[in-house]
């Protein structure tokens, strides 16, 4: 019985003792990086004129334009739930007819510098275009697929008017390329036989051309928006792939690459296997928001977001909730206050027009950004504890604070905690600096700003002139939390 009992004894010691020796083990293990041949090449944020250039963007306008926006959602009379731009994956629509669609694309009412103006109007800094979705057809004359835009009635280069006419109004452009290619027979989902790998071979070929020749032909390009990247076929191509961003950086030095191009060798995507973000930013943030500071773990990021629910492509049905130019502006300040870019997309008609919905919100966010953009372009997190009436930026590199107010409490009060070493040396309205708030000390570094009992229609911006005297001013709270 003793026996017995001392032997219990021993081998629950023994449990045990393998319980700690794993743990310990598995604590080495994440200290430890494993080697990675095709995982981030760089750790932390990178520091060049080009990115801080795309940083200092804040607003960016998406689109969404090809033969999918000639059925609009709808074929032979009935409705596809899904979004507008998949249409050709829904059963209700059989494939060679939405292949024929190159035959209609006529959008003779297409202006580039209509758009670009509209999108300057709204005040954005940089677009995103489709030039290639996942039904394979391509916006501008590419020579390695006959399924483009130089072989429909329209005949015209896309891409190429689109590039020029936003470059003219100081627009930055980056190209959308989905990998994914329902057109092109060597696409495969995944790679199972020899033929698979050869057909797979050659579609990596077809990728790598059809992307050095958007680099040649459209040379002010800032950067590739990479999508339907996330198929095995293409996750069994990482060696590839990092090898294909490397040598477009090489060819065009400053580009900007998200996080989904290329996986690691483990099929790892966005994060490595180390946890480090592949690529130049984050692109994870796809119609969500972070809700802190801690969730963009230090990376860059921006925000993609749809008008309706999602859409992307033109739907002439927009079900469901339809969001308002207020709810947008809230997004884009939520997106600044934690050092994003917001992206807002826009899916023009197949007769190369914006529908009115579009043109009505981008006129109302314009004469928003037209008068408070001060706080959204070249901002950043502020270092300071979010409050319930808004969003806190700051002036990138200085101790200008912005306060975007959108909700104000019935008592009037804004309340204002600092950050350590930090004090109030005047706070006033953005849109006239004339009306000046006196804060008023409630607790140490907790101040309250007493707005005037006016009333409030819109979202309006606070600024606080401050001072830091922590040892490296605006830069600390920017690199707080890293
Ligand atoms: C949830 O699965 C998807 C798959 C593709 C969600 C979105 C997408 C594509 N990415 C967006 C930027 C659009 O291009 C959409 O078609």
């Not at 449990?15 to 083990?25: D, E, G, P, R, W």
């Not at 209700?92 to 694309?105: E, N, T, V």
């Not at 977001?305 to 884009?332: C, F, R, S």
Request: with cysteine; net charge neutral.
């Amino acid at each position: 019985m003793k026996q017995l009992l001392s032997k219990k004894i021993l081998l629950t010691c023994i449990f045990l003792l393998n319980i700690i020796i794993a743990s310990a083990q598995n604590v080495s293990k994440a200290k430890q990086p494993i080697e990675l041949k095709h995982g981030a090449h760089r750790i932390g944020k990178r520091t060049d004129s080009a990115m801080a250039r795309w940083r200092g963007y804040g607003f960016g306008q998406f689109i969404h334009w090809g033969l999918y926006a000639i059925p609009g959602g709808e074929w032979n009379g009935k409705q596809y739930n899904g979004a507008a731009e998949w249409i050709r994956s829904w059963s209700g629509m059989p494939k060679s007819a939405y292949d024929s669609l190159i035959y209609q694309f006529n959008p003779t009412k297409f202006n580039a510098t209509a758009w670009a103006k509209t999108a300057k109007q709204m005040g954005v800094k940089y677009v995103t275009i489709t030039t290639k979705h996942h039904d394979g057809f391509c916006l501008w004359p590419s020579k390695f697929s006959d399924y483009n835009v130089g072989n429909s009635p329209y005949k015209k280069d896309i891409i190429g008017s689109i590039v020029d006419a936003y470059n003219k109004e100081g627009i930055d452009v980056v190209l959308y390329f989905s990998i994914m290619d329902w057109h092109n027979p060597d696409w495969r989902y995944d790679i199972k036989t020899k033929d698979d790998s050869l057909a797979m071979a050659r579609f990596d070929q077809y990728t790598r051309n059809q992307l050095l020749e958007l680099l040649k032909r459209y040379p002010t390009i800032k950067g590739f928006w990479f999508d339907g990247t996330w198929d095995k076929g293409w996750v069994k191509q990482a060696a590839f792939a990092d090898e294909l961003e490397q040598e477009l950086r090489r060819v065009h030095p400053g580009l900007i690459i998200g996080s989904r191009l290329h996986a690691d060798e483990f099929g790892k995507r966005g994060d490595d296997s180390n946890g480090n973000l592949i690529g130049d930013y984050e692109q994870g943030w796809e119609r969500k928001i972070p809700e802190k500071i801690e969730d963009v773990h230090n990376n860059d990021w921006e925000c993609v977001m749809t008008v309706p629910e999602n859409q992307w492509g033109y739907n002439k049905a927009w079900n469901g909730h339809i969001k308002t130019a207020d709810e947008i502006i809230e997004m884009l300040a939520r997106c600044r206050s934690l050092g994003g870019n917001f992206v807002l997309n826009f899916g023009p008609k197949g007769d190369g027009t914006l529908r009115h919905e579009e043109l009505d919100l981008a006129k109302e966010i314009g004469e928003w950004m037209h008068i408070n953009g001060d706080a959204i372009y070249n901002t950043t997190y502020a270092g300071f504890d979010k409050q319930d009436w808004g969003y806190f930026t700051r002036k990138t590199g200085t101790n200008k604070v912005y306060m975007v107010v959108f909700n104000v409490p019935v008592s009037g009060a804004l309340r204002v905690k600092l950050p350590a070493h930090t004090s109030i040396d005047k706070a006033y309205l953005l849109t006239d600096p004339g009306q000046i708030f006196v804060p008023e000390e409630i607790a140490s570094r907790e101040y309250f700003i007493h707005l005037k009992g006016e009333l409030y229609k819109k979202p309006f911006v606070i600024v606080l002139e401050t001072t830091s005297t922590a040892k490296d001013n605006g830069k600390v709270y920017e690199e707080a939390k890293t």
